[in-house]
Protein backbone atom coordinates (compact mmCIF):
# COMPACT_ATOMS: atom_id res chain seq x y z
CA UNK A 1 0.00 0.00 0.00
CA UNK A 2 1.03 3.55 -0.64
CA UNK A 3 -0.57 4.77 2.28
CA UNK A 4 -1.87 8.26 2.29
CA UNK A 5 -0.73 10.36 -0.84
CA UNK A 6 -0.95 14.16 -1.39
CA UNK A 7 0.37 16.17 -4.18
CA UNK A 8 1.96 18.28 -4.89
CA UNK A 9 4.31 18.78 -2.07
CA UNK A 10 5.20 22.52 -2.87
CA UNK A 11 2.86 25.39 -4.33
CA UNK A 12 3.08 29.33 -4.59
CA UNK A 13 0.28 30.93 -5.45
CA UNK A 14 -0.72 34.24 -6.06
CA UNK A 15 -3.60 35.59 -4.16
CA UNK A 16 -6.95 34.96 -5.93
CA UNK A 17 -5.78 31.80 -7.72
CA UNK A 18 -7.61 28.82 -6.84
CA UNK A 19 -6.17 25.15 -6.64
CA UNK A 20 -7.08 22.18 -5.41
CA UNK A 21 -4.64 20.07 -3.17
CA UNK A 22 -5.09 16.43 -3.99
CA UNK A 23 -5.24 13.44 -1.44
CA UNK A 24 -6.02 9.95 -1.95
CA UNK A 25 -5.72 6.83 -0.01
CA UNK A 26 -5.09 2.86 -1.01
CA UNK A 27 -6.24 1.84 2.63
CA UNK A 28 -9.93 1.59 1.70
CA UNK A 29 -10.41 3.95 4.85
CA UNK A 30 -13.94 5.34 4.58
CA UNK A 31 -12.51 8.73 7.28
CA UNK A 32 -10.96 11.25 5.65
CA UNK A 33 -9.87 14.63 6.95
CA UNK A 34 -7.69 17.90 6.14
CA UNK A 35 -5.98 19.74 8.77
CA UNK A 36 -3.59 22.80 8.42
CA UNK A 37 -0.28 23.35 10.05
CA UNK A 38 0.83 26.65 10.95
CA UNK A 39 3.89 27.95 13.52
CA UNK A 40 2.74 27.86 17.07
CA UNK A 41 -0.73 26.66 16.44
CA UNK A 42 -0.53 22.83 15.93
CA UNK A 43 -2.73 21.59 13.76
CA UNK A 44 -6.21 22.40 12.82
CA UNK A 45 -9.10 20.51 11.45
CA UNK A 46 -10.26 22.18 7.81
CA UNK A 47 -12.78 19.75 6.57
CA UNK A 48 -13.40 15.84 7.32
CA UNK A 49 -15.48 12.93 5.52
CA UNK A 50 -17.26 9.91 7.02
CA UNK A 51 -17.77 8.71 3.57
CA UNK A 52 -18.25 8.73 0.05
CA UNK A 53 -20.83 11.74 -0.47
CA UNK A 54 -20.70 12.90 3.39
CA UNK A 55 -18.68 15.62 4.26
CA UNK A 56 -18.45 18.32 6.79
CA UNK A 57 -16.39 21.32 8.35
CA UNK A 58 -13.92 21.56 10.98
CA UNK A 59 -12.92 24.27 13.12
CA UNK A 60 -11.25 26.30 10.25
CA UNK A 61 -13.23 25.44 7.50
CA UNK A 62 -14.01 28.92 5.23
CA UNK A 63 -12.48 29.60 2.12
CA UNK A 64 -12.13 25.70 1.33
CA UNK A 65 -13.98 23.11 -0.32
CA UNK A 66 -13.99 19.71 -0.16
CA UNK A 67 -15.85 16.85 -2.09
CA UNK A 68 -15.68 13.46 -1.71
CA UNK A 69 -17.10 11.40 -5.05
CA UNK A 70 -14.68 8.38 -4.08
CA UNK A 71 -13.53 6.39 -0.98
CA UNK A 72 -9.85 7.03 -2.21
CA UNK A 73 -9.85 10.55 -3.25
CA UNK A 74 -10.83 13.85 -0.79
CA UNK A 75 -9.72 16.93 -2.44
CA UNK A 76 -9.08 20.38 -0.94
CA UNK A 77 -10.14 23.33 -2.97
CA UNK A 78 -8.79 27.05 -2.63
CA UNK A 79 -11.39 28.90 -4.67
CA UNK A 80 -9.91 32.59 -4.17
CA UNK A 81 -6.16 31.93 -2.33
CA UNK A 82 -5.17 34.47 0.36
CA UNK A 83 -2.43 34.80 2.63
CA UNK A 84 -3.34 33.91 5.40
CA UNK A 85 -3.67 30.68 3.87
CA UNK A 86 -0.17 30.48 3.75
CA UNK A 87 0.47 27.14 5.55
CA UNK A 88 1.28 23.13 5.51
CA UNK A 89 -1.92 21.32 4.50
CA UNK A 90 -2.06 17.82 5.64
CA UNK A 91 -4.65 14.99 4.78
CA UNK A 92 -5.43 12.00 6.98
CA UNK A 93 -7.22 9.06 7.09
CA UNK A 94 -8.82 6.29 9.04
CA UNK A 95 -11.05 3.28 8.92
CA UNK A 96 -14.01 4.75 10.41
CA UNK A 97 -14.22 7.53 12.94
CA UNK A 98 -13.25 6.99 16.43
CA UNK A 99 -11.35 4.11 16.18
CA UNK A 100 -7.16 3.75 16.58
CA UNK A 101 -4.77 4.70 13.93
CA UNK A 102 -4.84 7.89 11.94
CA UNK A 103 -2.65 7.56 8.83
CA UNK A 104 -1.14 11.46 7.50
CA UNK A 105 0.37 12.08 4.69
CA UNK A 106 3.75 14.12 4.08
CA UNK A 107 1.88 17.58 3.34
CA UNK A 108 1.62 20.12 0.95
CA UNK A 109 3.79 23.40 1.68
CA UNK A 110 1.41 26.39 0.06
CA UNK A 111 2.99 30.24 0.21
CA UNK A 112 0.02 32.48 -0.96
CA UNK A 113 2.11 35.70 -2.26
CA UNK B 1 -14.53 23.36 24.30
CA UNK B 2 -11.79 20.78 23.73
CA UNK B 3 -8.09 21.82 24.04
CA UNK B 4 -4.65 20.28 24.28
CA UNK B 5 -1.87 21.86 26.20
CA UNK B 6 2.04 21.39 25.67
CA UNK B 7 5.02 22.86 27.20
CA UNK B 8 6.09 24.25 23.87
CA UNK B 9 9.83 23.42 24.26
CA UNK B 10 12.25 20.50 26.04
CA UNK B 11 15.77 20.13 26.03
CA UNK B 12 17.73 17.09 27.03
CA UNK B 13 21.12 15.47 26.93
CA UNK B 14 21.83 12.17 24.63
CA UNK B 15 21.50 9.08 26.88
CA UNK B 16 19.04 10.86 29.53
CA UNK B 17 15.40 10.42 29.72
CA UNK B 18 12.88 12.85 28.18
CA UNK B 19 9.23 13.15 29.68
CA UNK B 20 7.15 15.56 27.71
CA UNK B 21 4.08 16.04 29.05
CA UNK B 22 0.02 17.35 27.94
CA UNK B 23 -3.15 18.09 29.80
CA UNK B 24 -6.57 17.74 28.25
CA UNK B 25 -9.92 19.17 28.87
CA UNK B 26 -12.52 16.71 27.61
CA UNK B 27 -13.35 13.80 30.10
CA UNK B 28 -14.81 12.03 27.31
CA UNK B 29 -11.61 11.24 25.11
CA UNK B 30 -11.74 7.74 24.06
CA UNK B 31 -7.75 7.53 22.88
CA UNK B 32 -5.20 10.10 23.42
CA UNK B 33 -1.92 9.74 21.08
CA UNK B 34 1.68 10.72 20.32
CA UNK B 35 2.77 11.83 16.95
CA UNK B 36 5.76 12.55 16.43
CA UNK B 37 7.22 15.11 13.57
CA UNK B 38 10.91 15.84 12.07
CA UNK B 39 11.58 18.64 10.09
CA UNK B 40 9.93 18.67 6.86
CA UNK B 41 8.08 15.61 7.32
CA UNK B 42 4.17 14.38 8.22
CA UNK B 43 3.04 13.29 11.37
CA UNK B 44 4.04 10.06 12.36
CA UNK B 45 2.12 7.84 15.07
CA UNK B 46 4.04 7.06 17.94
CA UNK B 47 1.95 5.13 20.30
CA UNK B 48 -1.75 5.69 22.05
CA UNK B 49 -3.53 5.04 24.91
CA UNK B 50 -6.83 3.71 25.46
CA UNK B 51 -8.68 6.17 28.31
CA UNK B 52 -9.19 3.22 30.54
CA UNK B 53 -5.70 2.66 30.87
CA UNK B 54 -3.13 3.93 33.09
CA UNK B 55 0.12 3.18 31.39
CA UNK B 56 1.58 1.91 28.19
CA UNK B 57 4.97 0.64 27.17
CA UNK B 58 6.07 0.16 23.80
CA UNK B 59 9.91 -0.47 23.74
CA UNK B 60 11.85 2.90 24.72
CA UNK B 61 8.43 4.54 25.03
CA UNK B 62 6.12 5.09 28.36
CA UNK B 63 2.99 6.53 28.40
CA UNK B 64 1.19 7.42 31.72
CA UNK B 65 -2.26 8.85 31.81
CA UNK B 66 -3.90 10.49 34.88
CA UNK B 67 -7.54 10.39 34.21
CA UNK B 68 -8.42 12.43 37.03
CA UNK B 69 -6.31 15.29 36.76
CA UNK B 70 -6.99 14.66 32.23
CA UNK B 71 -2.61 14.79 32.46
CA UNK B 72 -0.50 12.41 30.10
CA UNK B 73 3.00 12.56 29.32
CA UNK B 74 5.00 10.50 27.17
CA UNK B 75 8.82 9.27 28.53
CA UNK B 76 11.78 8.44 25.98
CA UNK B 77 14.10 6.19 27.80
CA UNK B 78 17.81 6.72 26.72
CA UNK B 79 16.87 9.76 23.89
CA UNK B 80 19.31 9.64 21.34
CA UNK B 81 19.95 12.30 18.80
CA UNK B 82 17.58 11.17 16.44
CA UNK B 83 14.49 11.46 18.65
CA UNK B 84 15.05 15.67 18.27
CA UNK B 85 11.92 16.28 16.41
CA UNK B 86 8.68 17.78 17.96
CA UNK B 87 5.91 15.50 19.52
CA UNK B 88 2.53 16.45 19.48
CA UNK B 89 -0.14 15.30 21.94
CA UNK B 90 -3.51 14.79 20.77
CA UNK B 91 -6.89 13.54 21.83
CA UNK B 92 -9.81 11.51 20.25
CA UNK B 93 -13.25 13.05 21.43
CA UNK B 94 -15.95 10.54 21.11
CA UNK B 95 -19.44 11.15 20.07
CA UNK B 96 -21.33 11.52 17.06
CA UNK B 97 -19.55 12.57 13.92
CA UNK B 98 -16.68 14.18 15.56
CA UNK B 99 -14.46 11.34 16.02
CA UNK B 100 -11.39 13.97 15.02
CA UNK B 101 -8.49 14.63 16.80
CA UNK B 102 -7.90 17.49 18.83
CA UNK B 103 -4.12 18.71 18.73
CA UNK B 104 -1.52 20.34 21.23
CA UNK B 105 0.57 22.94 19.70
CA UNK B 106 3.52 20.34 19.93
CA UNK B 107 6.60 20.23 22.11
CA UNK B 108 9.94 20.55 20.15
CA UNK B 109 12.11 18.05 21.86
CA UNK B 110 16.07 19.11 20.98
CA UNK B 111 18.61 16.43 21.85
CA UNK B 112 22.39 17.67 22.61
CA UNK B 113 25.35 14.84 22.51
Known amino acids: NAGVTQTPKFQVLKTGQSMTLQCAQDMNHEYMSWYRQDPGMGLRLIHY???????DQGEVPNGYNVSRSTTEDFPLRLLSAAPSQTSVYFCASRIQENTDTQYFGPGTRLTVL | GEDVEQSLFLSVREGDSSVINCTYTDSSSTYLYWYKQEPGAGLQLLTY?????DMKQDQRLTVLLNKKDKHLSLRIADTQTGDSAIYFC?????????????FGKGTKLSVKP
Open chain 1, 49 to 55: SVGAGIT
Open chain 2, 49 to 53: IFSNM
Open chain 2, 90 to 102: AESVYGGSQGNLI
